[in-house]
C-alpha cells in the first residue's frame, strides 16, 4: 500500500476528461461543516461522553452519506449534458441501513460471516440486474445492499478512533498504528476482498471518507494505491465531481469488470440444472445446486448474491456462478475453483482462476500439465484447456499498482485460466484415512515417475493435490449413491508411511529452509520499528524487511545508524547468548525493538547491508562508513549524521564451535557499539544475517519453534544450581528419549504383541487323542 498525490492518481489509474466549466455549474455542492483538522475533532469527542460521542458519529455519517450521494447524483444526471451520452447510467444509494440478503440456512459460516460487514455507501450500474435485486426501495437513497453487483465501496467514517487513514494538514504517515484503526483497514479491505471473491473483476475503486475529507482508493491483485486526502464537494475542491464523472464516463472493462466474464441468461442457467440428474456423483450434483443457489426442494433460488457467468476460454465457452473454493484475501493468487458447465458438450469440468506471476517469471501450468501428459505420468489431472486471460485489446490482464509500488518487492501478476475434465474436489473432504493415504500414496507414485522420467525440476505444480488451493484433482466416479474404497492391497505399508511422514514434515522443512534472523533496536522511540508487528512469518523476505523499516518517515531522525553483517548467523546461534550479556541488555532496555527469528531470503537475491547502507546515506545525506569489527582507526565526525556498514567474521562450525564463536563476535560486536553510542547517543542498530554463496541452506541447529524470541529478556541467571529435586536440576526427559519412548511404545509393542498373538493362534490339524477302544488300565495289566 502506497500513497501518491491525487493528480497522479488520475493520470495512472483514473483515466478519463475533466467536466468544463459550464457542467460544474449543474453539480450539487456540500453543506456539511468541515473541521480544521483530526485534533479538533478528537478534542471535541473527548468533551463530551462516551456513549454521546458515538451516537453523535452515526449521525454525523448518516448526513455524510446522503452528502456523498447528492454530490454523486448531480454529476451523474449532468452526463447527458454532453454529447454523445445520454441517461443515468450509475446511481450511487446508502446499503448500510438495509441489511445484506441473508445466506441459506445450510451454508457453511465463513459464508454467513462475510454478510456481517458491508460498506456504507456503494456505486450501481443501472441496469435490469441491479432493478430487481437493489432498487427495491422507494427512498430516495436508501437501497438493498448486494456485493455481486457493487461498483465502488464507499467507507464513511466520523469517528476519529475508527478512522484507518490519517486526514487533515498537519498530519505524518497515511496510516495509523493503533490496533483500533488498523481494525477500520481490515474492514473496509474485507469489502473488496468481497467484491473480488463475487464478482470477476481487475481491479476496484474505492472511496474513503472522513467528515469533510476523502480518499480514493485502487486495488488490484499486486497491491494498493491510496490518494492524498481532499476536500471533498466544495465548490474550490471539485476532485470528488472529477472522481464520479470520470467514472459515470468509463466503460464498464474501465471500471475494473472482467470483459471476458458476462452474465449467463436463464435458459443457459436452466441448461445446469437440467444436467443434474446425468450427474455422475452426489457430490457433483450438490456442488451444481450449491453454486447456482438453488433449492431443489422448494424449486427456487436461494440467494443473489452469486450471479452465474460465462467465461470465454480459446473457442469453449463454461458457465460457473459460485466458487467450490476461494482466497479469502484480496491481493496475491487469489486461487477460486468453480465448477464449470461446458454449453457446447453438456458434462461439468473443474476451473481454477488465479493471478499468477507474469511476464517469464513463472511457468503456467497447462505446460506442466502438458510434459506430465507425454510422460504418461499416472494420477494427474488432465487439462482441457487453459489461457492467460486477455482484455478487450487482446493485451494480458496485467496487474498496474506494481507500477507504482517497489518492483523489487511487488511483481507483476496476471491473470491465468485452467480447466480440469475431472472435477476436483477439497482435500480435507475425504472420507477415512484411508482414503487420505492412498491419495497421498497416488502423489508420491506421480512423484516418482516424475523423477524416473527426468522431470524432478517441475516444482510442486504437478500431482493429484495443488498445493496452493489444496485441492484433491481426482476423477469423480461414475457411480451414484456410492464413493469408491481402495481395497487394503491397493496402498502398501510403505507407501502409507512414506506419505504420512511427507504430510507431517513438508511444512517444517519449507518453514526454516533458506531463512535468516534480523533483529534491530534503538535508542529512542522508532516508528519504523514499532510499525513491525513482533514476529513476522515465513513468507515475508528480508527486503521487505529491511525496506519497510529503511524507508519509514523517520528513519533520518538518529544520528547513527549502524548496520552489522553476521554472515552464516542462525537464529539458534543467538539463543546461545546468556541472558547477561551485554547484547541482551542492550535489547531489553531500549525503547523500540524487533526480533524476526526466521526471514525469508528474497528469491532474486537479498539486499545487501552495504546496499541498504547507500540507500539510507543517499536519503537522509548522511556519512557513510564500512568498518570491520574489532579493528580501530574508524574516524567518526562527531555532530555528522553517520550510517555505519560493520562486517562480522563468517559464523561456521559445529554447534560448539559456533557457541564460543558467538560469544567473541558478541563481545566484540558489544565493545564496538559501546563506542558508538557514547558518540551518537541517539542510534538505530539493525544486525541481520546473510548467507555465502557455498553455504544457502538453514542450519540443522536451528529451533524448530518459529515463535519463540531470538534473544532470552528475562532476568540473567546465576551459576547455582536451582532448588529441588533430581528432575529440577537435570533434564532428563529429552526430545530424543520421548521420540524414543512413543516409538517403542506405539510401533514396537503393539507389532510384538500382534505378532505373539497370531503365532499363538496357529492350531494343528491333527488331533493328538488316543486310538478308539484303547484302555490305559488293561495296557497296564499286560
Not at 457 to 480: I, K, V
Request: proline share 6%; net charge neutral.
Amino acid at each position: 500500500m502506497k500513497e501518491v498525490p491525487l493528480e497522479a492518481m488520475f493520470d495512472l489509474f483514473i483515466l478519463g476528461d475533466d467536466p468544463l466549466p459550464k457542467v460544474l455549474k449543474q453539480f450539487y455542492y456540500t453543506t456539511v461543516p468541515a473541521t480544521d483538522d483530526e485534533s479538533a475533532g478528537a478534542d471535541a469527542d473527548l468533551r463530551i461522553e462516551r456513549e454521546a460521542a458515538r451516537k453523535a458519529a452515526r449521525t454525523r455519517r448518516g448526513k455524510l452519506t446522503i452528502e456523498i450521494c447528492e454530490v454523486a447524483k448531480s454529476v451523474v444526471e449532468s452526463t447527458p449534458l454532453v454529447k454523445g451520452l445520454s441517461g443515468p447510467s450509475l446511481i450511487t444509494c446508502d446499503i448500510y441501513d438495509w441489511p445484506t440478503p441473508k445466506p441459506p440456512a445450510n451454508d457453511d459460516g465463513s459464508e454467513r460471516a462475510k454478510h456481517r460487514s458491508r460498506p456504507n455507501a456503494g456505486v450501481y450500474v443501472k441496469n435490469e440486474c441491479t432493478q430487481l435485486h437493489v432498487l427495491i426501495c422507494e427512498k430516495d437513497f436508501l437501497k438493498r445492499s448486494t456485493i455481486s453487483h457493487l461498483v465502488v465501496p464507499i467507507a464513511i467514517q466520523a469517528d476519529l478512533a475508527h478512522a484507518a487513514f490519517t486526514f487533515g494538514d498537519k498530519r505524518g504517515h497515511f496510516l495509523h498504528g493503533t490496533e483500533s484503526r488498523l481494525n477500520a483497514l481490515d474492514k473496509a479491505l474485507e469489502h473488496v476482498a468481497q467484491i473480488f471473491t463475487h464478482q470477476h473483476r481487475t481491479h476496484v475503486f474505492a472511496l474513503y471518507v472522513f467528515r469533510h475529507q476523502a480518499r480514493i482508493l485502487y486495488l488490484d491483485r499486486a497491491g494498493c494505491v491510496v490518494s492524498e486526502p481532499f476536500d471533498y464537494g466544495t465548490k474550490s475542491n471539485t476532485t470528488l465531481h472529477r472522481f464520479f464523472w470520470r467514472l459515470t464516463r468509463m466503460s464498464s472493462e474501465q471500471r475494473g469488470f472482467d470483459p471476458s466474464a458476462t452474465f449467463a441468461s436463464q435458459d443457459e442457467i436452466d441448461l445446469m440444472l437440467k444436467c443434474v440428474p446425468d450427474a455422475p456423483t452426489d457430490y457433483i450434483e450438490q456442488q451444481i445446486y450449491r453454486a447456482l443457489c438453488w433449492d431443489p426442494q422448494t424449486k427456487k433460488f436461494t440467494s443473489c448474491q452469486w450471479p452465474a457467468y460465462k467465461l470465454k476460454i480459446s473457442d469453449l465457452t463454461f458457465l460457473v456462478a459460485r466458487p467450490i473454493a476461494s482466497s479469502s484475501r484480496w491481493h496475491g493468487r487469489c486461487s477460486r475453483g468453480y465448477i464449470a458447465y461446458d454449453l457446447e458438450i453438456r458434462t461439468t469440468m473443474f476451473l481454477k482462476d488465479c493471478w499468477r506471476m507474469g511476464y517469464g517469471h513463472s511457468r503456467p501450468e497447462h505446460k506442466i500439465y502438458k510434459r506430465l501428459a507425454a510422460a504418461k505420468v499416472s494420477h494427474v489431472a488432465t487439462c482441457s484447456a487453459s489461457q492467460d486471460v486477455l482484455d478487450s485489446y487482446r493485451f494480458w490482464q496485467v496487474t498496474k499498482t506494481d507500477t507504482v509500488l517497489n518492483p523489487k518487492v511487488y511483481t507483476c501478476l496476471g491473470h491465468y485460466r485452467i480447466v480440469f475434465a475431472e472435477v476436483c474436489r477439497p482435500l480435507a473432504d475425504f472420507a477415512d484415512f484411508r482414503e487420505l493415504a492412498s491419495l497421498l500414496g497416488d502423489a508420491m507414485s506421480a512423484e516418482e515417475e516424475c523423477v524416473a522420467n527426468d522431470l524432478e525440476r517441475l516444482g510442486g505444480n504437478y500431482g493429484c493435490c495443488a498445493r496452493s488451493s489444496n485441492w484433491c484433482c481426482r476423477r469423480e466416479r461414475p457411480t451414484r449413491r456410492a464413493r469408491h474404497r481402495p481395497s487394503s492391497s491397493s496402498t502398501s505399508p510403505t507407501m502409507l508411511g512414506h506419505s504420512l511422514a511427507l504430510a507431517a514434515l513438508v511444512h517444517l522443512a519449507y518453514a526454516f529452509t533458506d531463512t535468516l534472523p534480523i533483529v534491530a533496536w534503538s535508542s529512542h522511540k522508532s516508528n519504523a520499528l514499532d510499525a513491525l508487528p513482533s514476529a513476522h512469518h515465513t513468507s515475508s523476505h528480508s527486503t521487505a524487511v529491511f525496506e519497510s523499516i529503511l524507508l519509514n518517515d523517520d528513519i533520518c531522525e538518529p544520528d547513527a545508524i549502524i548496520l552489522v553483517d553476521q554472515p552464516g548467523l542462525h537464529a539458534s546461534d543467538l539463543r546461545t547468548l546468556s541472558p547477561s550479556s551485554p547484547l541482551v541488555n542492550l535489547l531489553q532496555t531500549s525503547p523500540s525493538s524487533i526480533q524476526l527469528p526466521y526471514v525469508r531470503r528474497a528469491e532474486g537475491g537479498d539486499l545487501s547491508v552495504h546496499d541498504a547502507a547507500n540507500l539510507v546515506s543517499s536519503r537522509c545525506g548522511a556519512r557513510q562508513l564500512n568498518i570491520v569489527a574489532g579493528q580501530t582507526g574508524a574516524a567518526y565526525e562527531q555532530g555528522t549524521k553517520h550510517v555505519v556498514c560493520m562486517s562480522m567474521p563468517y559464523l561456521s562450525g559445529d554447534a560448539s564451535h559456533r557457541k564460543g564463536a558467538m560469544a567473541d563476535h558478541e563481545s566484540s560486536l558489544a565493545r564496538e557499539l559501546e563506542g558508538i553510542a557514547a558518540l551518537f547517543p541517539k542510534h538505530l542498530v539493525i544486525i541481520s544475517g546473510s548467507m555465502p554463496a557455498f553455504a544457502r541452506r538453514q542450519s540443522q541447529f536451528d529451533s524448530p519453534d518459529p515463535t519463540a524470541p531470538l534473544l532470552d529478556l528475562q532476568q540473567p541467571g546465576n551459576g547455582t544450581l536451582p532448588e529441588g529435586g533430581l528432575l529440577k536440576r537435570y533434564q532428563l526427559l529429552t526430545p530424543a528419549l520421548i521420540t524414543s519412548l512413543l516409538i517403542a511404545f506405539f510401533l514396537i509393542l503393539p507389532v510384538v504383541f500382534l505378532g505373539v498373538s497370531a503365532l499363538a493362534s496357529i492350531q494343528s490339524p491333527l488331533k493328538l487323542e488316543a486310538p478308539k477302544g484303547f484302555n490305559a488300565q488293561e495296557k497296564k495289566m499286560q
